[in-house]
């Protein structure tokens, strides 16, 4: 029967009537003539005596597209009379196993759907200023999507509406998103992975996140959401979240996890013709979450397997039975849904006392079974949650996304991962406008929709793993009369590093307060370097002019101007003990410059091309340069030497395709990242003098890069005015930012960003968020570098505009 007519609540199975007949009770709640609605009934009837499937669908469609050509939708519904018609289209609407078909309009504070069959209301209304999330989804493996979210971090959307036209879903989609303010309509899975990593989102709202990302939705059933069984334990009378035999493996998918299954299906696999596949289900369908959600759903049971429930044994009796089940069953594959992981116990209890059958032991169907170490639902989902947020899965839940939603979804790491299933079930596995024959399209898209579908794919590199806490232990042992707390922390037991830690916490929290103390013009040309000694009284600066300038800040007076040479200085840097000063040049030399004897100590003719940035730790000078290199010095101070010159050995040369323009340290100079002149970012191991990682990441010069405190993470910015995060593990490009001038240098912190601007203005980036979170009038002509003290209580600022500024933090 057509959609717009039987997904009425009342249109279903009432009561049971004698000697094993059925009778249905159906209740026509007509909004329009009785006529009409008699007229469209017929027409169906009609097209259901038709002899192919394919030319059933096909009259039924036209019949439908009939009524929508002939309706439009009702302005009266709007909520104002002075609101603006935008657009107006055919849709319909996306609930589980039922689209209503009806029109989809938009003004300019409202988005509106009116059904045709006026279910479940006349209209649906959603004011724009509301929305939070908007996705373009598949549906029935076409481009004809879209999901809205009203709220950041709800299961469910507030409407699935799908088009008849790619080119409506769009244009109503590119509304919306201009719409919404600072683009909240649509973020990347990497921006939402940096929020993962740094502990911002819990295990559970990243992983709602990748599956909205991925297409699956609550309102698709063919797409669902899935979730990972987690806990492998579900017979002890205890739970023991420290011990990790309690865990799944993650890194495996379910029918790889009992090794003698997986060898018969191996063999099986060998023997295949192609195309291979090892499973014969997959681990998602929509038997499978109706299968988990039969006692809340049991309509939408009935209506997939024609007015009947499953066998009585084959339903989900229980939990510990189900997992044995997956793990030795010859096609039980199925992971689970996110329900198993939130507050809602309605789905493992039979609270509409419905007659599910009787078991071959003669026990009735009815709530489900739960493990020894739950003392209740409730306590079961508690449970379930713990072990899902654990150590134990922060530290393994990338393998499982590497499965489900990234590299090891296709090809080889597939293959490897033994993670291959059915060519119908990825996305562009069949081409459907290719196929021809209206019968065997029907056949082949059904086959699609209830078979079972693989997430869009997220990521093609490796995941990076979560960042888990330093301090706080999540890990917990329960039993049916334990009660569950989190692990008391001892008063008293801050170090003075943690304080040192919150001081900073507490100067980055504040740094959108930057207030303007001191600025000085010291310089003809753009200021390129900044060194400041321990004490923070001199303050040493490199310039285009070609001279080092010592600045006195106690007296607030220029005390040296030293030349070098008649070419610029492209950076400085303070050597330990402040007595020397290093220089870098574009006349292809590294000066030493002491400042007890006031003059130049010695040269390093390093380099064939101009040096465009130095670092120095623990007595080895890195240098980066125009020539395409970046060399390693071993380092010897003038003082420790008996001819007061320094002695330098190259240790190692990384060579590069083309001229870096900028290179930086991690904490402990283990790694060295490098930034080029055609926008590469790459990420070097200093112990071995190889390259981890080469990231194409901008489309112009690499301006300036700087990993993280943790050393995790590396941002870069570049002409291109992008911010980019890169994951220093996986090398994946995690999160890009963007604005409309390039971002010439910066500081951060890990989580937010005070950046300096072509315009002279500094930046302050919320890389969680996603967002400039405050803009402050600086130079008057480009920002070019940029210092913070130890303690990031004090800043200092060089520009185009040939000052230096000082800044305080306000708190």
């Not at 989102?201 to 709602?208: A, E, G, I, K, V």
């Not at 292809?588 to 400042?595: A, K, P, Q, T, V």
């Not at 980036?765 to 008057?780: A, C, F, N, P, V």
Request: glycine letters at 6%; one cysteine or more.
């Amino acid at each position: 029967m057509d959609d717009a007519f039987c997904n009425k609540p009342g249109n279903q199975l009432r009561d049971r009537a004698p000697q094993g007949k059925m009778e249905y009770v159906f209740e026509l709640d007509v909004s329009g003539k009785v006529e009409d609605v008699v007229e469209t009934l017929l027409q169906l009837h009609r097209a259901s005596c038709l002899d192919k499937l394919g030319d059933q669908t096909a009259m039924i469609t036209a019949i439908l597209q009939s009524r929508l050509a002939r309706t439009s939708f009702d302005k009266n519904r709007f909520q104002s009379v002075s609101e603006k018609l935008h657009m107006e289209c055919k849709a319909e609407m996306v609930t589980p196993l039922v689209t209503n078909p009806g029109h989809v309009c938009i003004t300019d504070t409202n988005l509106y759907f009116q059904p045709l069959n006026g279910y479940p209301k006349p209209v649906v209304q959603i004011t724009l200023q509301d929305v939070r999330r908007i996705y373009k989804r598949r549906h029935g493996l076409m481009p004809l999507g879209l999901e809205v979210f009203c709220t950041e971090d709800d299961l469910c959307s507030d409407i699935y509406l799908k088009f008849y036209e790619p080119q409506d879903r769009d244009d109503l989609y590119f509304y919306i998103a201009t719409y919404l303010e600072h683009h909240v309509a649509e973020r990347t899975a990497e921006s939402y992975t940096l929020q993962w990593q740094r502990g911002h989102l819990s295990n559970y709202q990243y992983l709602l996140h990748l599956n909205n990302l991925a297409d699956r939705s609550c309102n698709d059933l063919s797409q669902y959401p899935v979730f990972p069984w987690i806990i492998s334990d579900y017979c002890s009378a205890e739970l023991d979240l420290s011990n990790p035999g309690t865990f799944r493996d993650l890194s495996r998918p379910v029918g790889a996890l009992n090794k003698e299954r997986l060898e018969r299906l191996l063999a099986r696999y060998q023997e295949m013709p192609e195309p291979k596949f090892m499973y014969g289900s997959h681990y998602s369908s929509p038997g499978y979450v109706l299968f988990y959600l039969v006692r809340i759903a049991p309509e939408y049971m009935l209506c997939l397997q024609n007015g009947r429930f499953d066998n009585a044994d084959r339903m989900f009796n229980s939990i510990g039975e189900t997992w044995k089940n997956c793990l030795d069953g010859a096609t039980d594959f199925k992971e689970l849904i996110p329900e198993f992981y939130g507050d809602d116990v309605s789905f493992l209890v039979n609270n509409l006392k419905l007659d599910l059958g009787k078991r071959q032991g003669g026990q009735m169907v009815d709530d489900v079974e739960l493990p020894p170490w739950a003392r209740s639902p409730e306590d079961f989902l508690q449970k379930s949650k713990d072990a899902l947020e654990s150590n134990y899965v922060s530290e393994h839940l990338h393998e499982w996304i590497d499965l489900i939603f990234g590299y090891k979804q296709k090809g080889s790491d597939a293959v490897g991962a033994h993670n291959v299933f059915h060519p119908l079930t990825y996305e562009g596995g069949v081409d459907l406008n290719s196929i021809e024959d209206p019968d065997e399209k029907v056949a082949m898209l059904t086959q699609i929709l209830e078979f079972g579908q693989t997430p869009k794919q997220l990521f093609v590199t490796p995941h990076p793993r979560r960042i888990t806490p330093k301090f706080k232990n999540f890990s917990q042992t329960y039993s049916h009369n334990a009660p569950m707390a989190d692990s008391p922390v001892s008063p008293g037991e801050e170090s003075f590093e943690d304080l040192t830690e919150e001081s900073k916490t507490l100067a980055w929290n504040n740094i959108a307060k930057l207030q303007l103390h001191d600025q000085y013009k010291i310089h003809k040309e753009a200021v390129t370097g900044i060194a400041v000694s321990c004490n923070g009284s001199s303050v040493f600066t490199t310039s285009q002019d070609s001279t080092l300038k010592m600045f006195s800040k106690e007296s607030k007076m220029l005390q040296r101007s030293i030349s070098f040479s008649n070419m610029a200085l492209s950076s400085c840097l303070l050597l330990p003990g402040d007595a020397t000063v290093i220089s870098s040049s574009w006349d292809n030399n590294i000066y030493f410059y002491s400042i007890a004897f006031a003059r130049r100590q010695d040269t390093l003719m390093g380099h064939d091309d101009a040096v465009s940035k130095i670092c120095w730790h623990d007595n080895r000078l890195y240098s980066a340069s125009w020539d395409s290199t970046v060399k390693v010095w071993s380092g010897v101070p003038a003082e420790m030497t008996c001819t007061r010159r320094q002695r330098f050995d190259m240790l190692a040369e990384l060579e590069h395709d083309v001229s870096v323009d900028t290179i930086s340290l991690n904490a402990a100079s283990t790694l060295l990242v490098s930034g080029t002149k055609e926008g590469t970012v790459n990420i070097w191991d200093l112990t071995t003098a190889t390259m981890l990682h080469q990231i194409p990441c901008h489309s112009g010069t690499v301006c300036d890069a700087a990993f993280s405190p943790d050393s995790r993470h590396v941002l870069s910015t570049g002409e291109d005015g992008c911010l980019n995060v890169i994951d220093v593990q996986t090398g994946m490009l995690i999160s890009s930012m963007t604005s409309d001038e390039p971002q010439r240098c910066f500081i951060w912190d890990g989580n937010s960003v005070l950046s300096g601007s072509q315009s002279g203005e500094l930046l302050v980036w919320d890389l969680l968020g996603g967002k400039i979170s405050e803009r402050i009038q600086g130079h008057t002509g480009a920002v070019t570098c940029i210092w913070m003290n130890e303690q990031c209580s004090s800043i200092i600022t060089g520009g185009e505009d040939r000052q230096i500024m000082f800044w305080k933090l306000q708190y």
